[in-house]
């Protein structure tokens, strides 16, 4: 007879079956592998074996089952290879989504710069009297009823144009977006793993604006000795490679990208770790992985400058702290007149975000 097991008490399981505990902890471990389902659910049956993650009564094989079942998983039958589904895929990203933001929201920090007030869609705490050419949804019609009664009293009801109270509603500008991540093999370089966060932040990012901003436009580019675009859909497989950082290649992709862009405002998004050591010379590649070389980083800047022209500005997220890397930085950044933050693995979520957030509160000029 076994009798009663005592557990310490979890308050984000509690009503969670067996199969749900397990899928949060699949979806983490698939962040970590690149979206290797085979390789996810080996971690995954050693940490079974070490904890018994959901008690006797469910194994991994049970669980595996239930993916298949429920769409997250499928099999090659000739060869017992798993893969992930499109919906394992969305859940990823709205697991980094909330990972991410809700971080934020417990920071105490969600202070904008530039809260500014306008036509827009999300609604705020002040109001203002009616002025022509306001919109009946934005009338306060609670605030209104009450003003009617106390300006002309409760026997006969009246109201009028002096009693009508707006809510205000923030501005939030339509974006285009390109998000620059460096996919270098220094991005793995040193028993750090900075690519992780980066797809993470990119994953979160995504379902971001696709759920609450549909009407912008996010491009994803990634960048090592070339750089190419990608689509949403292949962000849980993203690694780095062995290669050298051709940021140059990386901007001149994203402001072809922006010019074909509609929306008025336009931006990059740049997350990576080192200096820009490659270039494309004609058919070779110029490469210099000692120090800042001057034709490189001149072609660099000179590209922030062209970017800033074209009313583009690059905010950069630098994932390293050496003096003379963050000094290359603040040039680049001063020339485009962007910005630019010195961000560790466990903050540059919240940078981003920020700064996101800050970049829709704004009015097109």
Request: proline share 3%; with cysteine.
């Amino acid at each position: 007879m076994i009798g009663t097991q005592f557990t310490k008490f979890d308050p984000q399981q509690k009503g969670q079956s067996s199969f749900d505990r397990m899928l949060n902890m699949f979806l983490q471990l698939l962040s970590y592998t690149s979206g290797d389902a085979n390789e996810a659910l080996g971690w995954l049956t050693e940490l079974d074996k070490e904890f018994d993650l959901a008690g006797n009564h469910y194994g991994i094989g049970d669980f595996i089952e239930d993916l298949k079942d429920k769409g997250y998983l499928t099999e090659k039958t000739a060869t017992g290879e798993f893969r992930i589904t499109p919906k394992s895929e969305q859940s990823i990203r709205k697991r980094a989504l909330e990972e991410i933001f809700g971080k934020l929201k417990k920071s105490g920090m969600g202070n904008h710069g530039t809260y500014l007030s306008g036509r827009g869609d999300e609604q705020n705490s002040d109001t203002r009297p009616y002025q022509f050419g306001d919109t009946l949804e934005q009338i306060d019609f609670t605030a209104s009823i009450r003003n009617a009664q106390v300006n002309h009293g409760l026997e006969i009801f009246s109201m009028h144009q002096e009693d009508l109270e707006i809510r205000e509603t923030d501005f939030k500008a339509q974006t285009s977006t390109a998000l620059m991540i460096d996919i270098s093999h220094s991005m793995i370089l040193y028993g750090e793993d900075r690519i992780t966060p980066a797809r993470k932040v990119a994953m979160a990012l995504s379902e971001l604006i696709i759920t609450r901003y549909p009407k912008d436009t996010l491009d994803i580019i990634v960048f090592g000795n070339d750089a190419w675009q990608i689509q949403i859909k292949d962000l849980p497989y993203l690694n780095v490679g062995p290669y050298h950082t051709n940021t140059i290649a990386g901007l001149e992709l994203a402001m072809d990208i922006l010019r074909r862009r509609k929306n008025p405002n336009k931006q990059i998004f740049m997350i990576t770790d080192g200096k820009p050591t490659c270039m494309k010379a004609g058919k070779r590649y110029y490469k210099n992985s000692f120090g800042l070389d001057r034709k490189i980083i001149s072609r660099t800047l000179s590209l922030a400058g062209q970017c800033r022209k074209l009313r583009i500005p690059v905010t950069t997220f630098m994932l390293a702290s050496d003096p003379w890397l963050q000094s290359f930085v603040r040039d680049f950044t001063e020339i485009n007149n962007g910005k630019a933050f010195f961000s560790g693995l466990d903050n540059l979520g919240q940078f981003v975000f920020y700064d996101f957030e800050n970049n829709k509160r704004k009015i097109v000029k």
